[in-house]
């Protein structure tokens, strides 16, 4: 792991979003397609305000969640709608969107489906993770019914319920995660950075962030 502290959470959402268009631009010199997946919740919206405007050919991304809360989009829960409102827009409304997401009561009825057609475009070239305090990262909850599935499983998608979450969720698997040719993790406050550090010493049941920091950049900033 590789830890990047920035001085404030404003530069360092610009930066890494630099980071990622430059990745992105990358991986089209030498491939047809890219892919992206990207967290949702409260901190990424930034990255997304810039890296939707970056100068790059996105008829040709194709950009996914990293996880999905099992709401429909008309939902504030909903990460899509993050997505379509902040990433999904200017420059980036060429990309290609690959749903986590469809209309159905339980994410079980819609997982082989979903998982056919992200199935195209893994590896992942590009991923982006988030953090909550918990150290849960996309939706690998500590606790979670399918956390074994989710760790150490060969399924790319999983359906999740979790004491930490208040709906159902679909999250891409640490084995999808981990083969990604370049992974990032942006955390903001010093009570995330206090539990990565707590997270490099517990076994990936208790600290599920754990299992897959080797290779990936952290980017960090107090405030
Ligand atoms: O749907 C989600 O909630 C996310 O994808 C999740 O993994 C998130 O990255 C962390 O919970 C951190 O969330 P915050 O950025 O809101 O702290």
């Given at each position: 792991?590789?830890?990047?502290e920035y001085p404030?959470a404003e530069i360092?959402?610009?930066?890494?979003?630099?980071?990622?268009?430059?990745?992105?631009?990358?991986?089209?010199?030498?491939?047809d397609?890219?892919s992206?997946a990207v967290?949702?919740g409260?901190t990424?919206?930034?990255?997304?305000?810039s890296?939707?405007?970056?100068d790059l050919?996105?008829?040709?991304?194709h950009v996914m969640?990293?996880?999905e809360?099992?709401?429909?989009?008309?939902s504030d829960?909903s990460?899509?709608?993050l997505?379509r409102?902040?990433?999904?827009?200017?420059?980036?409304s060429?990309a290609q969107?690959?749903?986590?997401?469809?209309?159905?009561p339980?994410p079980?009825?819609k997982l082989?489906?979903?998982?056919a057609a992200?199935?195209?475009?893994l590896p992942l070239s590009?991923?982006?993770?988030?953090?909550?305090?918990?150290?849960?990262?996309?939706?690998?909850?500590?606790g979670a019914d399918q956390?074994?599935?989710?760790?150490a499983g060969d399924?790319l998608l999983?359906a999740?319920?979790a004491p930490?979450?208040p709906?159902?969720?679909?999250?891409?698997?640490a084995?999808?995660?981990?083969a990604?040719?370049s992974r990032?993790?942006?955390?903001i406050?010093?009570?995330?950075?206090?539990a990565?550090?707590?997270?490099?010493?517990l076994p990936a049941?208790?600290a599920?962030v754990?299992a897959?920091?080797n290779?990936t950049?952290?980017?960090?900033?107090e405030?």
């Open positions: 792991m590789k830890l990047i404030d360092m959402m610009m930066e890494l979003a630099d980071t990622l268009a430059g990745e992105l631009k990358n991986a089209l010199l030498v491939h397609t890219a992206l967290p949702g409260t990424p919206g930034p990255i997304f305000d890296l939707c405007a970056a050919d996105w008829a040709r991304v969640l990293t996880d809360r099992w709401v429909p989009e008309t829960r990460n899509t709608r997505l409102e902040r990433l999904l827009t200017d420059k980036a060429a969107y690959v749903p986590l997401y469809a209309d159905a339980t079980e009825e082989p489906d979903l998982a992200l199935a195209d475009d590009v991923v982006l993770l988030g953090m909550g305090a918990d150290m849960h990262t996309a939706s690998i909850f500590p956390l074994d599935l989710a760790l399924d999983v999740m319920r930490g979450a709906e159902p969720r679909i999250t891409l698997s084995k999808v995660l981990n990604a040719m990032h993790l942006v955390i406050g010093a009570e995330k950075r206090a990565l550090e707590k997270a490099q010493g049941q208790e599920p754990s897959i920091l290779g950049t952290v980017h960090w900033a405030r």
